[in-house]
Structures are given as C-alpha cells and as structure tokens.
C-alpha cells in the first residue's frame, strides 16, 4: 500500500484564504481590523523563524501584526506589564507569548496572565477547562491543525482507535482531548508506556508529538492507518559543497517507511506546521468576532 499524502501546506492556503475573506468583510461591514500581538522573550533562533513566519502570514490575511520583541534577560514584571497593556488594548484580538521562555520565567504565571478571550494559542488554564468539558474555548493551534486534516481526509472519525504519543500540554494533552471530543477511542502513549510499538500497531489513528527523529517506523503502522506527524526535528545530513554542515528537517516518523504502509500520512516539511500557523490566523479572527459581538467564522 502506498499511502496518500494529506497535504498540510495546500490546506493551509485554503485555511489563510478563508481567515482572508472574513478579515476583509469584518473591515468592510464593520470597521474592524483583527490584530494579533507575538511575544518574544531572548533570541533563540527557532523562535526567531517562527515569530518572524507568523508576522508575515498574518499581514498577508489582512491583520495587523504586533511584535514585542523583549530582552532574554526581561524580568516577570516587566513581561507580565506587556501582557496587562496587551489584554487592555482593543486593538489587539490576539496574544502569543513565544514558548519556551528563558529558565527565570515562569511560563504557566505568563501563559495564565493573558486574557482568556485573547489567548488564542489556546494554553490558558481556562480554555484548557473549557476543552476539556466540550464548552466553546480557543483550541491550541497544533493540535487543531491536525484534527482538520483528519476530519478533511476522513470527514467521520468516530469510533476510530487514535494514539497519540506524546502527552504535552501544547500537543499531546489537547490533541487527545480534541480527538474524544470528536468520539475516537484515545489512548494516550508517553515514555513510560509499555510495548509502545503494540499499542500504535492497534490504531487507526496515529498522532507522533514526540520530539525524537523518525521514532516510529513502518513496522509499528498497522495496515491503512492514518499517521499524522507533528515532530520538527532538525537532523545533521552531511556536509554542503563548500564543506560547512548540512541539516534536513524530519518528523517523529520515519517517512519511507511508515508510508509503505500507511493509508494516508502527513509530510514533514508541508504537514503539520503550515496547518498550526493557519489555526493561529483563524483563532485570531474568531476571537475578533467574538469580542466584537459578530458571528465566528466555521
Ligand atoms: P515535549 O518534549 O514537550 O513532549 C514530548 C512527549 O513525548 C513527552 O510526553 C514524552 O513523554 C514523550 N516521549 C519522549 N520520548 C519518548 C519515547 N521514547 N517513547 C514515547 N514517548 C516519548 O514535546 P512537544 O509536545 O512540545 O513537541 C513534540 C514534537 O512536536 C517536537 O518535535 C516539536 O518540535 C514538535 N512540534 C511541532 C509543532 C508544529 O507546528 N508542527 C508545534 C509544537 C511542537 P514524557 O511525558 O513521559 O516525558
């Protein structure tokens, strides 16, 4: 079996197109620019990328992009004031704070500071409440980028065996939650789980969240399950011509492998990833109509 690849990086451009048009009727009917603020704390070169991708894919909808760039050596006080000004500012629908934060800062006080109704990366305590007890909520933005691709491939997924390995509270913990919100059979893996590679074999549904280079391999697939990979893992490939090092990015799954095997499988590059920063448009949008009073966009 050779398995379809569930595009991540077309659907995204789907996803962006429709943040598009609601950003432009919300501006024509209403007056109203959605804006969305990222918090940088330190210099880490990852965040960097990510914080400056972000930026550009949120202008390119129609939104206003704010970034505050802060010190890696910025105090709690000082961040927590940023956040204070964030939350009281109209302009600003959405805040993201850029995990992880440098060792002397406490993530959950941050993370728990931002207004529950702006958090639109879906950590705060409260929305991980309202999940968790099926309420409306913003929804983490990685773990909903997967369950779309999963409804887009499958459009049912009820009664589905899903594994998901990994138990973060920004992948792990909320995919789970999402996919028995959604009926599967969850059973979450970790790295104390026994026969790991027996518990995947059983699943219609693989979600890897594991941070370790092409872990699950073709042969821990059962036959026709869907395998979804949210792993980013740069990995050493060798040397480039003019002898400096070369780096390739892989996911949680080895690829070859598990897609000679699989019934439909995400890439990485062009998986997960595009899929997440279009959730983060589109929780920012619906949380602009929700402050504003006006209907959420589906
Ligand atoms: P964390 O490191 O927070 O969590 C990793 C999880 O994997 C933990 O629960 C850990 O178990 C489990 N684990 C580690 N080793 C094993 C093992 N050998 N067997 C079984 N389980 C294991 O990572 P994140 O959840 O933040 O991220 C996971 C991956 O997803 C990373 O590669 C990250 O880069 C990527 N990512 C991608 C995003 C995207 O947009 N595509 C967004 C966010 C993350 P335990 O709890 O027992 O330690």
């Given at each position: 079996?050779?398995?379809?690849?569930i595009?991540?990086?077309?659907?995204?451009?789907?996803?962006?197109?429709?943040?598009?048009?609601?950003?432009?009727?919300?501006?024509?009917?209403?007056?109203?620019?959605?804006?969305?603020?990222?918090?940088l704390?330190?210099e880490?070169?990852?965040?960097?990328?990510?914080?400056?991708?972000?930026?550009?894919m949120?202008?390119?909808?129609?939104?206003?992009?704010?970034?505050?760039?802060?010190?890696?050596?910025?105090?709690?006080?000082?961040?927590?004031?940023?956040?204070?000004?964030?939350?009281?500012?109209?302009?600003?629908?959405?805040?993201?704070?850029?995990l992880p934060?440098?060792?002397?800062l406490?993530?959950?006080l941050?993370?728990?500071?931002?207004?529950?109704?702006?958090?639109?990366?879906?950590?705060h305590?409260s929305?991980?409440?309202?999940?968790?007890?099926?309420?409306?909520?913003?929804?983490?933005?990685?773990?909903?980028?997967c369950?779309?691709?999963?409804?887009?491939?499958?459009?049912?997924?009820?009664?589905?065996?899903a594994?998901?390995?990994?138990?973060s509270?920004?992948?792990?913990?909320?995919?789970?939650?999402?996919?028995?919100?959604?009926?599967?059979?969850?059973?979450?893996?970790?790295?104390r789980?026994?026969?790991?590679?027996?518990?995947?074999?059983?699943?219609?549904?693989?979600?890897?969240?594991?941070?370790?280079?092409?872990m699950?391999?073709?042969?821990?697939?059962?036959?026709?399950?869907?395998v979804?990979?949210?792993?980013?893992?740069?990995i050493?490939?060798?040397?480039?011509?003019?002898?400096?090092?070369?780096?390739?990015l892989?996911?949680d799954?080895?690829?070859?492998?598990?897609?000679?095997?699989?019934?439909?499988?995400?890439p990485?590059?062009?998986?997960?990833?595009?899929?997440?920063?279009?959730?983060?448009?589109?929780?920012?949008?619906?949380?602009?109509?929700?402050?504003?009073?006006?209907?959420?966009?589906?």
């Amino acid at each position: 079996m050779t398995a379809t690849v569930i595009d991540g990086k077309a659907f995204a451009a789907k996803v962006r197109g429709k943040v598009g048009e609601h950003v432009a009727r919300l501006k024509a009917d209403h007056g109203i620019t959605p804006g969305l603020a990222v918090v940088l704390v330190g210099e880490d070169p990852a965040s960097q990328v990510y914080v400056r991708s972000k930026g550009k894919m949120t202008v390119e909808v129609g939104m206003n992009s704010y970034e505050h760039k802060l010190d890696v050596n910025t105090s709690e006080a000082t961040l927590l004031k940023v956040i204070e000004e964030l939350n009281a500012d109209p302009d600003v629908h959405g805040i993201l704070v850029q995990l992880p934060l440098p060792d002397h800062l406490d993530s959950d006080l941050v993370i728990n500071a931002i207004d529950p109704a702006k958090d639109v990366d879906g950590f705060h305590v409260s929305n991980v409440g309202l999940l968790g007890t099926g309420q409306k909520s913003m929804v983490p933005c990685t773990p909903l980028g997967c369950l779309m691709m999963l409804r887009e491939h499958h459009g049912s997924i009820s009664g589905m065996n899903a594994v998901v390995i990994g138990r973060s509270n920004i992948v792990g913990k909320p995919m789970a939650q999402l996919l028995l919100n959604d009926s599967c059979t969850v059973t979450i893996a970790h790295s104390r789980t026994k026969d790991l590679q027996e518990t995947v074999k059983r699943a219609d549904i693989v979600v890897a969240a594991v941070g370790r280079p092409e872990m699950v391999t073709g042969d821990w697939i059962k036959e026709g399950a869907t395998v979804i990979d949210v792993g980013i893992n740069r990995i050493d490939a060798g040397l480039k011509d003019d002898g400096s090092p070369k780096t390739r990015l892989v996911g949680d799954v080895d690829y070859a492998s598990c897609a000679a095997v699989a019934g439909a499988i995400t890439p990485v590059p062009g998986g997960v990833g595009p899929m997440t920063i279009a959730c983060l448009l589109a929780n920012t949008v619906t949380a602009c109509s929700r402050a504003n009073g006006l209907k959420e966009p589906e």
